[in-house]
């Protein structure tokens, strides 16, 4: 049902943002290279889960409502608002969607933050992982996570668990994308599956 | 991730509902986190205490490291009669032919007895079990039994429920080569993430270490459990 590996993670002045690249139809790879981090305004990223087609129409129509609001605002829109957004459409249609999104970026408030909708709630959270391969490094994510991690220290937390839940989850793979938000900026970069770190594998 | 309850609901003449709460209905299941290492000279294994029927606890302090012989011991995942039931069977088989052979019975034996009661009766039976031990000719061993009757050795296995939370630190934190000391510390710490985040495991955790000299048990109580960051 949920495809993917999604991953956020707060720190000091931004957000990291995490995923990996497989899109399937029951045991085909449709997309191979999907990149599941859907821009939803500048210095805002969404990461999409569970069905593909829900989870990009959803983010497209909170892309159209955000840039509607900051205009009307007249300044850069608050992360909360986005969730919001995200939120209220989750929500109202819960019974129709089945999609997870994970919303997470950089404002002057707040500044970095991460927000999780799953089913229609909103909570703040320190990082968030979501999609089908989660459940495997839920552990690992428990154990590894600290408060106060600096912006490279976050950016090999989401990798490493990128790539460990790509090797055990079968609906996971690809290559790992990953999004640096912080008050200068988006930063997007691809990691190729040769260049992933590996663990044991036994 | 392996779904570990089923209910048994048989028609009978009188219907149960008004009787007999809701949750002495459902078949009583370890769902469970068990897992095993080995180790230089040994295995250590690994469960948690929490036995469930439906949403009720039954058992907040079970044991499901179970003793084969001297030196193998099984841990038990799934329906509670069904892998009680496997696991006397194999103790008894096992047992016999120790006596016949005059000498220690080998892991790989106790575990493919494992695993033929296991495939023959695999439409029947819900068992996901893990077999460790020691023996003369290859030292410590794991050999894994999952639900469908395979059987496959592994340097390190985990099991039941909560086993899917734990396959991401169970890769990044595992080496070849650890100490005795290092397998027992990292079997706690797997065993305590499973359980936070597991429903159905919880309660203590239970330890085993198996070597040449024998079985070394441990309990790690709810309040001695190492903490992490966030949890």
């Known amino acids: 049902k949920s495809i993917t590996t999604i991953i956020a993670v707060e720190f000091n002045g931004g957000v990291v943002l995490g995923s990996d690249s497989r899109v399937s139809a029951g045991e085909t790879v449709v997309n191979r290279v999907m990149n599941k981090l859907s821009l939803l305004h500048d210095k805002i990223y ?30 850069d829109p608050q992360v909360r608002s986005a969730a919001t957004l995200v939120k209220n459409i989750s929500y109202k249609y819960k019974e129709e969607l089945s999609a997870h999104l994970i ?65 055990r989850d079968g609906s996971s793979g690809g290559v790992a994308y990953l999004v640096t938000i912080d008050e200068k900026g988006a930063e997007e970069k691809c990691i190729l599956g040769n260049e992933l770190p590996t663990f044991y594998d036994q | 991730m392996a779904a570990c309850m089923s209910a048994n609901r048989s028609e009978n003449a009188f219907s149960a509902n008004d009787l007999v709460p809701e949750w002495a209905q459902e078949e009583v299941s370890t769902g469970t986190t068990i897992m095993a290492v080995e180790f230089d000279g040994g295995v250590v294994i690994g469960a948690d205490s929490r036995t469930t029927t439906g949403a009720y606890i039954a058992n907040r302090v079970t044991d499901k490291l179970t003793p084969i012989h001297d030196h193998i011991f099984c841990c038990r ?47 029947e039976l819900m068992a ?55 397998c027992l510390h990292f079997c706690t710490q797997a065993l305590t993430l499973a359980m936070e985040r597991d429903g159905s495991s919880g309660g203590v955790a239970r330890l085993a270490a198996i070597t040449e000299d024998g079985v070394e048990r441990r309990v790690v109580l709810g309040n001695q459990l190492p903490k992490f960051s966030n949890v």
């Not at chain 1, 087609?53 to 900051?70: F, K, P, R």
């Not at chain 1, 600290?146 to 220290?153: A, I, L, P, R, T």
């Not at chain 2, 120790?98 to 009766?121: G, H």
């Open chain 1, 103 to 167: 919303v997470a970026g950089w404002d002057r408030r707040g500044g970095g933050q991460v927000f999780v909708t799953l089913n229609g709630l909103l909570s703040r959270q320190p990082f968030a992982v979501g999609g089908s391969g989660s459940s495997y490094v839920y552990g690992f994510v428990d154990a590894e996570y600290q408060k106060g991690m600096s912006k490279e220290d976050c950016q090999q937390f989401v990798v490493n668990t990128i790539s460990l839940a790509m090797s």
């Open chain 2, 77 to 123: 995942s799934g329906s509670a009669a069904d892998t009680q039931a496997v696991a006397d069977a194999v103790t008894y088989q096992l047992g016999f032919h120790s006596i016949e052979l005059d000498e220690p019975p080998l892991v790989q034996t106790a575990a493919n007895l494992f695993k033929q009661m296991c495939y023959r009766y695999r439409e």
């Open chain 1, 46 to 75: 969404c990461a999409l889960s569970g069905s593909a087609a829900d989870a990009q129409t959803i983010a497209e129509m909170v892309n159209y409502q955000l840039d509607v609001h900051s205009i009307e605002i007249g300044e």
């Open chain 2, 128 to 182: 996901g079990i893990i077999v460790a031990g020691w023996d003369k000719r290859k030292g410590g061993q794991v050999y894994t039994v999952p639900m469908g009757g395979m059987i496959v050795r592994q340097p390190v296995s985990v099991g039941g429920s909560g086993s899917s939370y734990i396959y991401g630190f169970m890769d990044s934190n595992y080496k070849p080569g650890m100490t005795k000391e290092e």
